[in-house]
Each structure stands twice: as C-alpha cells, then as structure tokens.
C-alpha cells in the first residue's frame, strides 16, 4: 500500500479506495517544547468541584474568657460574698487592674522585705498613714496581693469610711471592715492578713510640716487583737504619700457642714477644682518590717497594760526608725 506525501509533509493512506491523511506528532511546526520555554506565569486553574476552607477561629485570650466568665456570674448570681460583705471576684476585675495601673504608672511603688509577709496563716500589718486621701492604704493593698500571689489585705476602716455614699460600699466588697477588736480577732483567727492604720485621721490629714512624724498610736487595741489570736505583727513603712496632696490649712467650717474630720486647702485645691484633686505623682516605697511574734505571750497577755504599752511603742518605733532611714536614702520626691 503505498503511502504519498501530501504538501504538509505528511503521509496520506489510502483505506477503502479514500486517502486518509496521517498528522505524524511530532513532525514539522508541531515538536515538543522545552521546559524552559514554559511560561512561568500561565495561569492556573482551580479544579472544578475545589472548596476553600475557612481559616480556624482564633481562640479567646484568658483575659477575655475571663471577662466572660465575670460577666456570666453576675448575671446568674454564681458568685461568693463572705460574712464581712468581701466579694473577691469582683474585688479582682474591677477594683484592682485601676488600683494596679496607679501603683505601677504614677506611683512607681517599690516594694522591700516582702519576704516577710507570710504565704499562709494571719498576720497584723500597722502602717503609717498619710496623705489627705487615704491611697496609702489602697496601694499597700495592691502591694500585699500582688507579692503574695493574691492574697487579700483585709483593712480596717474608721466608723465614716462606711457612712459615705459609694465609699462604703466600695470597702465592703473589698475586703474592709470596721475597726473594732472583734471583726479584727475573727479575721485573724480565720488565717487573713489583716491591716490597721493606728493613727487614723489625725495621720492622714496632719499638716505637711509634720510630714513622716507618727502621731499617737492609740491605745495599743491592734496589739491586743494579735496577742487574742497569737499571730505576728509586720510594722508596715509607706514613704512618698506624704507629698500627693501637701495640706497647707484646713477650712474648718466646710469641715462641720460636711462632717469630715478636716478639709483640706494645698497648694492646687480648692483653687484648682477637680484638677486640684489629681494627685502628685511622687514615687512611693513601701517596706515591710520583720516580724513581731505574738504567740509566746499567750491570749492571757492582753490583761498585762504593760506588756501591751511596750509592745505598741515598739512597733510605731521600728515603723519611724524606717521612714528616717529610708528618707536619709531618697535623692527626690518624684525619682525616688
């Protein structure tokens, strides 16, 4: 059978009596490319029937699920409140990340001797107070439960703490009571840290003159409480709230109409307004001293006037002798 060239190039058959023309592959104009004349930027097409697969959600961070979880409890009720009124939950969302951002940002606490605040068990911290407003306490609270790994200072507040409006309610649910030798001995029989400012308002409204100078200790009521209950007493050494507010006079009328133990004039309040009430950015340091063991002397001590005298002059010296200490080493009131 013969096969003649057709003018492709290419051979024609005939079949049945019909030429049919053979296209060889790979003949004239029709070789294989090479690799690399593949274009590299052909496009590519997605294979019918493909479906893209969503990305996976990004889980909830633990700060969310908290806040979640939070919200959640308070909407179902699920949530604790001891017999003083303390709701730790609410105490950790809502009041300490403000209290936490003064401490850390204005404030620039820092802290020595937290060794000496106990892992477990009650305990008696007596500080020193100043300041006008009382932050100095707030502050300690924060340091106490950010170097303990969250336990709670459990203040004791005087009788108008708890008659403002707001106020009250605020150091109910976290965690102060009123200072009275009962709720005192009950908290530290129950293994709390408990704290007492022993000179009161006459401490945190005194003039900025007498600036680091103790005022009268009371009675030594703290002292009895921990003798009561055999735990230690910490004396507690604040340094730097004395200049937030610098109390220059007192406008004692405004005081009585108001029923405040003083209202105080500095130098940018009343003047100033709300912007007066904006605290100095000082930097504070706060230590807490060693120990003062109780537990030797037995419940019975607390009839001896004495011992409890000695006892209470001993702690507000070891909580002066550190404020003089730590003052002589302070180069400046806003750097520390």
């Not at 020193?128 to 932050?135: A, D, E, Q």
């Amino acid at each position: 059978m013969s096969r003649p060239q057709d003018y492709f190039g290419s051979e024609a058959e005939t079949v049945g009596g019909a030429e049919a023309q053979v296209i060889p592959l790979h003949g004239p104009g029709r070789e294989k490319p090479e690799a690399a004349e593949l274009s590299e930027d052909a496009p590519v097409v997605a294979f019918p029937g493909g479906v893209e697969r969503p990305a996976p959600e990004e889980p909830l961070s633990d700060a969310a699920r908290s806040a979640l979880g939070f919200i959640r409890d308070r909407l179902t009720g699920d949530y604790t409140v001891d017999e003083f009124g303390f709701d730790a939950e609410l105490t950790e969302a809502v009041f300490l990340p403000p209290l936490r951002a003064l401490y850390k940002k204005w404030f620039r606490v820092d802290t020595y001797g937290v060794e000496n605040l106990p892992a477990s068990g009650g305990a008696l911290l007596v500080s020193n107070h100043s300041g006008t407003i009382p932050l100095d306490s707030l502050m300690t609270a924060v340091a106490v439960h950010d170097e303990t790994g969250g336990r709670h200072l459990r203040g004791l507040g005087a009788d108008l703490v708890f008659q403002v409006p707001l106020v009250g309610s605020f150091a109910r649910k976290s965690g102060q009571t009123l200072a009275c030798h009962a709720d005192a001995e009950r908290l530290l029989r129950k293994g709390e840290l408990v704290g007492v400012w022993p000179e009161g308002f006459k401490g945190v409204g005194k003039p900025f003159a007498s600036r680091y100078k103790l005022q009268r200790f009371g009675r030594g009521g703290f002292v009895s409480a921990a003798l009561r209950a055999g735990v230690p007493i910490i004396p507690v050494s604040v340094i730097g709230a004395e200049e937030i507010y610098p109390k220059l006079g007192d406008i004692k009328v405004l005081a009585r109409m108001l029923g405040l133990p003083y209202f105080p004039v500095t130098p940018f309040f009343p003047m100033l307004g709300l912007l007066g009430a904006v605290p100095l950015p000082t930097k504070w340091s706060i230590e807490f001293g060693a120990p003062i063991a109780t537990d030797a002397y037995g419940p019975e001590a607390v009839e001896d006037p004495m011992l409890v005298f000695q006892l209470t002059d001993q702690v507000r010296e070891s909580i002066q002798q550190t404020l003089y200490q730590r003052l002589s080493q302070r180069k400046s009131v806003f750097r520390g």
